[in-house]
């Protein structure tokens, strides 16, 4: 998916800075790697994004969530490999390691505010001059919100599920939604203060069952926190069968046993597609006064396809995630996919990201993406199809 025009001119006009680094990031994406797998031997050359899962740990139990939700692939996870986390030091390495490329972060979970490091981390890459990213539930930033703005923290994106009730009932804690009502307040305070346009400030919300019918009331419920953008992403899923065909072919392929996918298993049928369609079209009927993108990109035909047919691509038929993004699990693994990562390809406490990033086993999974095609479980993925 390329970036919406609406959305570039936005980072154009607020964060020039951050529209020149995502243009270059983008050309990489589209260009760059677009070569190297077509017709190279899996070998990346321009790594520009690093996903850094920097804690398992959570403090809500979100319902749709893969890791912590009703059937989350955390829980079969020994506690004690679930609790440990990089230290910092092993973090500022990477950091300056990759000081030249200037790469973009995105910091992620759990929740980000649980790891005891994360704001000297922060510091330091934005010393560097990296692009960085936080998602967060907006539950711990209140407290750090006037640090964050100084630093010059790039973009913030924060879950939200709808009107207040709904969310904490989504998010399965009390109070969540004054939380996060405080946190953008605080931060938006601070950007006021400080005469700065960042961090530029996004929501993410993710579809379920529960929500379907709020997507216009969550739109209104944005545009009164005066946020600068939205990101919809219809629900990520598999079914049983694919996720053992997944399973399947990552032990005969790769040597691993791939059980991520069972997070990811739900009932389609719970949701009532053509109320979402009605919903959606309201939505898109009105303006809004910020950009908002939906992920994927759906017609209305397309939309019941997307719920019956959990197999269709829609036409998605490259992941070049692995070309130009490393992900780094909260032990320091390296994983080659975001969403599922079961295939680890080193540990950054072992051995730089760089030398990690091209080994044997990096590249035969890129040759195997550019040989054999997709998982079965790459339909619904958000390196596939996603922002």
């Known amino acids: 998916m ?3 025009v609406r959305l570039l001119l936005d980072l154009l006009l607020k964060t020039p800075d951050v529209f020149g680094k995502l243009t270059r990031n983008e050309f990489s994406k589209w260009v760059t790697a677009q070569a190297e797998y077509r017709w ?3 070998v990346a050359t321009d790594l520009r994004q690093v ?19 009703d059937s989350g692939y955390n829980f079969d996870v020994p506690s004690e490999k679930l609790k440990k986390m990089v230290p910092l030091d092993v973090y500022l390495r990477l950091v300056d390691e990759l000081a030249s490329r200037k790469p973009a972060y995105y910091i992620w979970g759990g929740e980000p505010f649980l790891y005891p490091d994360l704001m000297p981390l922060v510091s330091h890459m934005k010393k560097r001059n990296a692009l ?6 907006g539950t711990l930033v209140e407290k750090h919100a006037e640090k964050l703005v100084r630093m010059g923290v790039d973009n913030f994106m924060f879950s939200l599920d709808g009107p207040a009730d709904l969310h904490d009932r989504i998010r399965r804690v009390p109070g969540t939604f004054d939380k996060l009502s405080g946190t953008i307040a605080e931060i938006n305070r601070w950007k006021r203060a400080l005469n700065t346009p960042k961090p530029y400030i996004m929501f993410i919300v993710t579809l379920t069952p529960m929500n379907q019918d709020h997507l216009v009331s969550t739109m209104e419920i944005a545009e009164r926190f005066n946020i600068d953008s ?15 065909a997944h399973q399947d072919l990552m032990k005969r392929e790769f040597g691993c046993d791939a059980v991520s996918w069972k997070g990811y298993v739900s009932d389609p049928s719970r949701f009532d597609v053509p109320k979402l369609v009605a919903e ?3 939505m898109r009927s009105r303006s809004w006064p910020f950009s908002y993108i939906i992920v994927p990109e759906l017609t209305d035909e397309q939309i019941p396809q997307y719920f019956s047919e959990p197999w269709n691509n829609f036409g998605n038929t490259r992941c070049i995630s692995p070309w130009v993004t490393t992900e780094i699990q909260a032990n320091g693994d390296v994983a080659t996919c975001r ?21 044997a086993k990096y590249r035969k999974f890129r040759r195997h993406l550019q040989t054999k095609g997709l998982m079965p479980v790459c339909a619904r993925c958000c390196g596939l199809m996603g922002f």
């Open 40 to 42: 190279g031997a899996g």
């Open 51 to 69: 996903d850094m899962k920097i804690t398992n740990l959570c403090n809500l139990r979100c319902e749709m969530c893969a890791q912590w939700g």
């Open 280 to 282: 959606i079209q309201r």
């Open 2 to 4: 390329r970036i919406p």
């Open 132 to 137: 960085v990213s936080i998602i967060s539930n």
């Open 339 to 359: 969403d599922h990562p079961d295939y680890v390809v080193g540990n950054i406490m072992d051995e730089p990201i760089l030398k990690i990033f091209n080994n």
């Open 230 to 244: 939205l990101l919809l992403y219809y629900s990520w899923f598999t079914t049983e069968k694919l996720g053992r």
